[in-house]
């Protein structure tokens, strides 16, 4: 049992370039997010998506599109990397409004942007 | 909107001392609150909830509706404790989960 699964791990780009995030979860839960993890900032909230085929803003949405591929898979893409988005990013995933809302989290994607 | 606060960036404690995270937050509805730990080199992970009304690893957090606080709570903190700690707040309206900016409990021997 994986639970969420992120990846990459760390990545490094160039001012102006593309990169996706992908996390996956394999516990059949409608909810899934995307943070982002700061000093001094704490944990942020980018994206969520409820259910299949739904996302929303978070907190921080500005820069960043996701898409809810399925139950299983929600993407997190960065169009034109910026060093303001040098970051540890985490997926997470939780049963949702049906359920409990207690989060998992995957083990975070270190991205810094040059 | 919603929001919730942590006004301690880092606390430090000596070990056997008691210790106090403090997280208020503000919501117009029934919020649900949870504390989340992040030991080093692990991932992030819920420590307690409020509508569990639990003791896990001799913390507790009660849900104080007038003053709009979950501040969390041990009586004899451990060198195992030290970690960052992190408030959260699910609302009734949708399945935004929101986090406050963390407290490093640092528990000195």
């Known amino acids: 049992n994986a639970g969420v699964t992120q990846t990459p791990k760390f990545q490094v780009l160039k001012t102006g370039q593309s990169m996706t995030l992908q996390c996956a979860q394999d516990m059949n839960h409608n909810s899934m997010y995307w943070y982002r993890q700061d000093p001094g900032m704490g944990l942020r909230l980018i994206y969520y998506?409820?259910?299949?085929?739904?996302?929303d803003k978070g907190e921080v949405p500005n820069g960043y599109n996701v898409s809810r591929l399925n139950k299983r898979e929600f993407s997190l893409r960065l169009e034109s990397a910026a060093p303001s988005q040098t970051s540890v990013y985490f997926c997470?995933?939780?049963?949702?409004?049906?359920?409990?809302?207690?989060?998992?989290f995957g083990a975070g994607s270190r991205l810094t942007v040059l | 909107a919603q929001r919730v606060t942590q006004p301690e960036k880092l606390l430090s404690v000596f070990k056997g001392a008691p210790v106090e995270l403090k997280c208020n937050y503000s919501?117009?509805?029934?919020?649900?609150l949870f504390w989340y730990v992040q030991y080093s080199r692990q991932r992030l992970q819920l420590l307690l909830r409020h509508i569990s009304r639990e003791s896990i690893k001799g913390f507790t957090a009660d849900l104080n509706k007038g003053e709009t606080s979950f501040h969390l709570k041990k009586p004899f903190a451990q060198e195992e404790d030290s970690a960052m700690y992190y408030c959260?707040?699910?609302?009734?309206?949708?399945?935004?989960?929101?986090f406050g900016k963390g407290t490093r409990l640092h528990i000195l021997p």
């Open positions: 997470a995933s939780t049963q949702g409004s049906s359920g409990a809302n207690v989060l998992t």
């Open positions: 959260a707040l699910s609302g009734d309206r949708d399945d935004k989960i929101i």
């Open positions: 919501y117009s509805g029934s919020p649900e």
């Open positions: 998506s409820a259910s299949e085929g739904t996302t």
